[in-house]
C-alpha cells in the first residue's frame, strides 16, 4: 500500500457541524441535538431540496471559511506528514469558485498545507471515480456508503464511528478518532 492518505473533508477532517449548526440557529432553526442519521434534513425536519439550499447559501458565507479541524487532526497530521504519507482530499462541496476558494483557505489556516490536491465532486457529488483513480490508499470518510464505495476501489477504508453512520461495513475498520487510525497505522504520536 501506498503512502497516500485520500480523505472527505466535512465531518471528517473539518467540523462543518460546529458553524453550520449555529448558522441555522440564527435562522430559527431548532438547535441540535445528537442526531443518528445521516442528512441534516431529517434533523431539522425540513426536505432534502431546502435543506441544499440552505447548505449551498451557508457554504458561500465567509462563516464556511472558518471550519475548526476535527478533533486531533492537529496533532495527527502533522505525525502523519512526518512519517511520509500525502493528503488528497475528495469533497462533494458545490462546485463554484467561492464555495472552492473558501474552502481551500480554510484548510491552509486550519492544518497548514497537507493536501497534495483537492478534488472537487460537486454538491453531493459521487467520489467513486476519484476513488478508482488511485492505487490502493489509505481512505477516510464518516459517511457509510462513502466509504463502502473505497472498499470497492479496494481502498484499505476508516470509517469514522458516528451516530449516523451506524450500520453494517463490511472491510471497513471503524474507528473512534484520527489517533485510532494513526495507531492501525503504526504511526507512535
Ligand atoms: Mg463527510
Known amino acids: 500500500m501506498n503512502k497516500t492518505i485520500i480523505t ?9 457541524a460546529a458553524k453550520f449548526e449555529p448558522w441555522m440557529e440564527a435562522r430559527g432553526f431548532a438547535k441540535a441535538v445528537l442526531h443518528d442519521q445521516y442528512g441534516w434534513e431529517h434533523h431539522y425536519g425540513i426536505t432534502e431540496k431546502m435543506l441544499d439550499g440552505l447548505l449551498r447559501e451557508f457554504m458561500a458565507t465567509e462563516d464556511f471559511c472558518r471550519l475548526p479541524p476535527i478533533a486531533h487532526a492537529e496533532l495527527v497530521f502533522p505525525a502523519l506528514l512526518r512519517h511520509d504519507y500525502t493528503f488528497v482530499a475528495v469533497t462533494a462541496v458545490p462546485d463554484n469558485y467561492v464555495t472552492k476558494l473558501l474552502r481551500r483557505r480554510n484548510l491552509f489556516e486550519a492544518l497548514g498545507q497537507p493536501f497534495d490536491f483537492i478534488h472537487h465532486v460537486g454538491f453531493r457529488g459521487d467520489k467513486s471515480d476519484v476513488l478508482h483513480e488511485y492505487p490502493r ?25 458516528r451516530p449516523y453512520n451506524q450500520g453494517p461495513a463490511e472491510d471497513v475498520t471503524r474507528v473512534k478518532d ?10 507512535a504520536l
Open 8 to 16: 472527505d473533508i466535512d465531518g471528517t477532517v473539518l467540523d462543518l
Open 137 to 161: 490508499s489509505v481512505w477516510v470518510e464518516d459517511h457509510r456508503e462513502n466509504a463502502l464505495a473505497g472498499v470497492r476501489a479496494r481502498h484499505h477504508t476508516f470509517l469514522l464511528d
Open 178 to 187: 484520527w489517533i485510532e487510525i494513526a495507531v492501525a497505522l503504526g504511526i
